[in-house]
């Protein structure tokens, strides 16, 4: 009967926690917006504003991927977009070479 009850539920459930760490990050960087632009400025020296529209681009395309993937609207490009937004993080923060946290 719970099943019953929580059938309708479930897979908005199911997708929010698959989406869960996108969308933590992309609020995340949000609140901590100079802090992430220093961050890519100080690491790449790439200026003030490269590293505003990298940061940018990062929140803009974690929000609007876990947005589309919740209102299960052009979910494969949502996925290929946040999976894009993964390699792009993973060549920005120099973690590429970071055996320890790839195996996490």
């Keep these: 009967q719970f099943l019953r009850v929580t059938k309708q539920y479930l897979p908005h459930v199911a997708r929010l926690c698959l989406i869960s760490t996108f969308l933590e ?3 995340r960087m ?4 100079s802090e992430q632009r220093d961050y890519i400025d100080g690491t790449w020296s790439c200026g003030y504003f490269l590293a505003s529209i990298f940061v940018f681009i990062n ?3 974690q929000l609007s991927g ?5 209102s299960r ?3 494969q490009y949502a ?3 946040l999976f894009g937004i993964i390699a792009l993080q993973t060549i920005a923060y120099s973690i590429l070479w970071d055996l320890k946290f790839l195996m996490r």
């Design 30 to 33: 949000w609140f901590q917006w």
């Design 59 to 61: 929140l803009f395309g």
């Design 66 to 70: 876990c947005i589309l993937v919740l």
């Design 79 to 81: 996925c290929f977009g």
């Design 25 to 27: 990050d992309g609020i």
């Design 73 to 75: 609207n052009f979910v």
